[in-house]
């Protein structure tokens, strides 16, 4: 990986993101995202983000960029509930999972550790398209292809914890959870 980006966007402010699609099917497990042969690396985040989503694709650590988007089909992020897997996800410098459909647990873990989780139509993404992602409309430009897609925007209160970094920065900004 050339790159680890420890970035906090401000989403109240910056609410677009862009960058290239990185596209994996369905059913991407959690153990997908972070190898169970690096457990080890669990105290060191940045080195266990090389690793990230290695065994769907050996080379995705290296290739990503920051503000970059993986793209999942149904049920992405099943498996075990591991706050490690989006958290690599976007140490590696993500700006955001598209999917048609997420795991609970690792959606609400997204949201935790500040990274934006969309449900949306992903067949209408193939990989290495160009995407603006806007989070406060709602709306996925896929400008490789010219067009348009929807998402229900994401809840104002999940758009701060995403602003603040996440669901503990949140809390220690704010001295509590503040809607």
Do not use: W
């Not at 169970?36 to 690396?41: D, Q």
């Not at 969309?118 to 806007?134: K, M, P, Y």
Request: glycine share 10%; proline share 4%.
């Amino acid at each position: 990986m050339s790159k680890i980006n420890m970035k906090r966007y401000n989403f109240k402010e910056q609410k677009i993101l862009k960058g290239k699609s990185f596209k994996f099917g369905d059913s991407i497990s959690t153990d997908l995202i972070a190898p169970g042969r690096y457990f080890h690396l669990r105290s060191n985040m940045p080195e266990l983000a090389k690793h990230v989503l290695e065994d769907a694709d050996p080379e995705f650590a290296k290739k990503i960029e920051p503000g970059d988007f993986v793209v999942g089909g149904e049920n992405f992020g099943l498996g075990s509930s591991r706050e490690h897997a989006p958290t690599i996800i976007k140490i590696a410098g993500v700006g955001a999972v598209l999917a048609k459909s997420f795991a609970r647990i690792f959606f609400r873990n997204c949201i935790n550790v500040g990274l934006p989780a969309l449900v949306c139509d992903t067949d209408r993404i193939g990989d290495g398209d160009l995407l603006e992602v806007n989070l406060g409309n709602g709306k996925v430009i896929n400008i490789t292809r010219n067009l348009e897609i929807n998402f229900n925007p994401l809840p104002e209160v999940m758009i701060k914890i995403l602003s603040d970094g996440g669901l503990a920065e949140h809390i220690k900004k704010n001295r509590g959870f503040n809607l």
